[in-house]
Nanobody
Framework: VQLQASGGGLVQTGGSLRLSCATSGSDFSPSYMGWYRQAPGKQRELVADINSAGGTFYSRSVQGRFTISGDKAKATVWLHMNSLKPEDTGVYYC?????WGQGTQVTVSS
């Protein structure tokens, strides 16, 4: 199973982006789905996730601006990002169970 993330790009402060992550394989229904990001020179950090019970978690820095949604039956997860800030810049990685996607670059200009 491979995960393919897409939707990153360059956006101005206050703009929006929607990231998508889907699998290349079939018969994969993850119990956990999430998005992490890594800014230059920093460690990878959790942005948002959906646990096995369907509950969601958001990091404090994105609470109220980002929304995670997913379809476990289709093994697809999205991250809707609004009111983007320059500090949201980084490579965003999706994860399903313990499988990582390749990352998609998000750059927010000031």
């Amino acid at each position: 199973v491979q995960l393919q993330a897409s939707g990153g790009g360059l956006v101005q402060t206050g703009g929006s982006l929607r990231l998508s992550c889907a699998t290349s394989g079939s018969d994969f229904s993850p119990s956990y789905m999430g998005w992490y990001r890594q800014a230059p020179g920093k460690q990878r950090e959790l942005v948002a996730d959906i646990n096995s019970a369907g509950g969601t978690f958001y990091s404090r820095s994105v609470q109220g601006r980002f929304t995670i949604s997913g379809d476990k039956a289709k093994a697809t997860v999205w991250l809707h990002m609004n009111s983007l800030k320059p500090e949201d810049t980084g490579v965003y990685y999706c994860i399903m169970n313990q499988i990582w996607g390749q990352g998609t670059q998000v750059t927010v200009s000031s």
